[in-house]
């Protein structure tokens, strides 16, 4: 129900610069459900009243290599309709812009604004499929005849770019995929045929010496790298959109160092599909040396009670999208006061015991250490023994909870942690040092999502001011390790209790530091420089910390708070 808004505030709304405007509006969503939602079915309301008009193709491509402005509107007006959850509304003007790229005969060249555009686009179509796949939809016939002409559409495409004088690459092997999987997943029945051409081998030229370099860790019975590849980011094209080819490469090249461990999710795009994808294509001896650590995540309640074939149809979804076996498979539950979860992850245990050849190990994801402990119990008691081996938890220089008490509950059942955020979304680099606080919605700033979130995190720890002198106190670590502000942040969560790895997210196929992320094997920080850095991350007295831990709670406590 709409309520009064006083002049002042009418006033403010129509003046300020768009870049504030979405600046605030981030902060009340981000306050949980009750503004959330609202916002939501403001938009939706809008949408339905006034649904976005079909551009004509020959105006979203008036010419070869030419990025129009309708094109560019048409597609923040499609994102607009599959991110306020109209995933199935989106999937017609999908389907529009494929069509239009053979009926407008349009052509692009490699490295171009278009090329890019249409990348772009493919990580679009995965997002909002993802999004359809998630809100579970009715497998009614009309939603099947809606992705069955998506996946048409996306077939004469790549048909129009094969058949090209000269032929295109083909932009949209991503989407096609995801689609495909869909189908698969929410009509089993109708599932399309699967491509009977002979499968493409990657074929790696090793760097046996890079791969000695990397450091390893107990991870139940895997020794596996003390970096991990997090695909996190494949989860939206807002992280720019790599291309299925760019994307294999850039496994390839973490492979070819050493880095042979990817986290993923069941929620994160595409990553399965990649990862499985790319693992099967390479030959067995190598395949066997990959880690597959994904999760499965149970955001809303249970619509059926909890038995083997419940779980083992879960577990049976992750290695369907990896196309093989999980190595970790890491289990998130929202909502704590619905118990079911500690009968999910016995029968869990049970399946790796049973079924070795699809999941190897269970572990836990952003579980505070009051319930992780509780699940460690809890398995005690029915099982004899913990057997979950890990729990995935942020970790930073700015968010050093786990120390509060996660370390010790590790420490008491033998857990790894996995620790993601430790970068700070690339806040802890050099590109920030003395530099002022980024508007994190001007355009000009390039701000990512992960960006987004972790200025969150800062401005939660302290002041800009205070995260300045923590860069430069680790520049002045870095100098003298030569290395990089990012190392020193990497090696510290490393060398801390219980830490058995640091998730790398990694904008796959678009950017890459391996090079420099390897370079954190090479060093280890002294005393003085945990006496150093200590005092400006954790606060005079360790102040700071248990002011984080104040403020969100233990682990993982941020995103139950936002549902």
């Known amino acids: 129900m709409a309520t009064h808004v006083n002049m002042m505030d009418d006033c403010l709304i129509s003046n300020l610069p768009p870049a504030t405007l979405r600046s605030a509006l981030r902060l009340l969503v ?192 895997f020794n596996m790298p003390r970096l991990f590849n997090g695909l996190w980011q494949l989860s939206s094209a807002s992280w720019g959109s790599g291309t299925a080819e760019a994307q294999e490469e850039a496994l390839a090249q973490m492979v070819k160092y ?28 190598l395949q066997d040396t990959l880690y597959a650590a994904t999760k499965w995540c149970v955001f809303s309640p249970l619509s059926e009670p909890v038995t083997t074939s419940f779980v083992l149809d879960a577990v049976l979804e992750r290695c369907r999208r990896l196309g093989g076996g999980v190595e970790l498979l890491q289990f998130h539950w929202q909502n704590y006061e619905s118990k079911e979860y500690l009968d999910i992850l016995v029968e869990l245990i049970r399946i790796s015991k049973s079924h070795p050849n699809l999941v190897t190990a269970v572990g836990l994801c952003n579980f505070d250490s009051e319930h992780t402990e509780e699940a460690c119990e809890y398995l005690l008691a029915k099982t004899g023994a913990v057997s979950i081996i890990s729990n995935q938890v942020q970790f930073s220089l700015v968010d050093a909870r786990p120390l509060q008490k996660m370390v010790h509950v590790c420490d008491k059942y033998g857990l790894k942690l996995l620790t993601y955020g430790t970068f700070c979304g690339g806040f802890l680099s050099e590109k920030w040092l003395d530099q002022p606080a980024p508007e994190i919605y001007l355009e000009s700033n390039g701000l990512t999502p992960s960006q987004r979130k972790y200025f969150d995190m800062i401005r939660t720890w302290g002041t800009w001011s205070e995260f300045l002198d923590l860069l430069n106190c680790l520049s002045k670590i870095a100098k003298k390790h030569s290395v990089s502000i990012s190392n020193v942040a990497a090696r510290w969560v490393l060398q801390q209790p219980a830490v058995g790895a640091v998730i790398v997210g990694t904008r796959l196929g678009v950017t890459g530091h391996i090079e420099d992320n390897l370079r954190v094997f090479g060093f280890e920080l002294d005393e003085a420089d945990i006496s150093y850095i200590n005092p400006v991350a954790l606060g005079s007295s360790e102040k700071k910390m248990l002011a984080i831990f104040e403020k969100l709670g233990d682990c993982g406590n941020e995103y139950r708070k936002i549902h």
């Open 30 to 221: 981000s306050q949980g459900a009750v503004t959330q939602r609202p916002f939501i079915e403001h938009v939706r309301a809008r949408f339905f009243e006034n649904p976005p008009a079909f551009e004509a193709p020959e105006r979203l491509f008036p010419g070869d290599d030419v990025v129009a402005p309708e094109c560019l509107a048409y597609l923040a007006q499609t994102r607009c309709i599959f991110s306020c959850k109209l995933s199935q509304e989106s999937l017609p003007y999908l389907e529009h812009f494929v069509k239009a790229i053979p009926q407008a005969k349009v052509r692009w060249t490699g490295y171009s604004d278009l090329e890019e555009l249409l990348a772009k686009f493919n990580g679009d179509v995965v997002q909002a499929v993802q999004a359809l796949k998630e809100s579970r939809p009715e497998a009614s016939p009309e939603l099947l005849g809606s992705l069955k002409s998506l996946l048409a559409s996306l077939d004469s495409c790549g048909e129009y770019c094969e058949n090209g004088e000269p032929p295109i690459v083909f932009p949209f092997t991503r989407a096609r995929r995801q689609v495909r999987d869909v189908v698969e997943y929410l009509f089993p029945n109708q599932a399309p045929t699967p491509s009977s051409g002979r499968l493409h081998r990657i074929l790696i030229d090793l760097d046996e010496d890079a791969r000695r370099a990397v450091q390893t860790f107990r991870l139940g019975p």
């Open 258 to 285: 050493g880095l042979t461990a990817a986290d993923m999710a069941d929620h994160y795009g595409d990553a399965e599909l990649i990862f499985g994808d790319f693992r099967n294509k390479l030959l067995p001896e």
